[in-house]
């Protein structure tokens, strides 16, 4: 089975500081790994994945997000937080199935 | 480009009625799935569709939940009858095949309240 964590509810950052927000995979086989942000009364948006290649995925509005193989991470980042930046963020990963199997979600609030 | 497109963007209704939610699709996506998202439990993948055909419906909870898909450019999520703990935002989402790992497309979702 297949299954993604986020271990954190909540992640609280400073304005311009940089942010980290954590997830952890297990899958059998290859993963394919995606983040998606959420703002209030919205649906998913998609950030950015993971297929193959480059463990250092850029995606939308200045994230980045770290592959680990070692460790079944794929971590998000962003080098300076905007206040706007706060919303709901989801980890997702495909394995075998085709749809998509979706962490519990960590809430990111950036304070000015 | 459109997006995906649910109808209503809020729906009340009591307990017992029926309740039918909308998804447009993108167009040219041959997959589509439906979700529920609850405070509790998360997002849950209800059921996916292939080319309109039903591929994965182990998520949905119960028989009083049914999807379907008659053509590319829409699908329905029915309840019948509504019960309170089916209060949840439901969302639609669309991709082309995944064999491409092409990212879901999410309609703004619909906020159901059953009374």
């Given at each position: 089975a297949q299954s993604v964590?986020?271990?954190e509810d909540q992640v609280n950052v400073a304005e311009g500081n940089p942010l980290t927000v954590k997830c952890t995979y297990s899958v059998?086989?290859?993963?394919?790994l995606f983040w998606y942000v959420?703002?209030?009364n919205r649906g998913l948006q998609f950030l950015l994945k993971y297929i193959t290649g480059d463990n250092l995925v850029k995606g939308s509005y200045g994230f980045?997000?770290?592959f680990n193989k070692s460790q079944t991470s794929f971590h998000l980042k962003k080098p300076s937080a905007l206040v706007s930046d706060s919303a709901l963020y989801f980890c997702a990963l495909r394995g075998g199935r085709r749809a998509l199997t979706f962490g519990s979600g960590t809430r990111l609030q950036v304070q000015p | 480009d459109a997006g995906v497109i649910q109808s209503p963007r809020h729906e009340v209704t009591e307990m017992g009625?029926?309740?039918?939610?909308?998804?447009k699709p993108i167009s040219g996506h041959d997959y589509l799935f439906w979700y529920r998202q609850t405070m509790m439990r998360g997002l849950e993948l209800l059921i996916y569709f292939n080319n309109n055909v039903p591929i994965d419906d182990s998520g949905m909870p119960e028989d009083r939940f049914s999807a379907k898909m008659p053509n590319a450019s829409f699908s329905t999520l029915k309840i019948q009858p509504s019960e309170p703990r089916d209060s949840a935002v439901y969302f639609c989402a669309s991709s082309l095949s995944p064999g491409s790992n092409q990212p879901q497309h999410f309609g703004d979702g619909?906020?159901?309240s059953i009374l």
């Open positions: 964590a986020q271990p059998s086989g290859n993963p394919y959420q703002y209030p980045e997000a770290e | 009625q029926e309740v039918t939610l909308r998804c619909t906020r159901l």
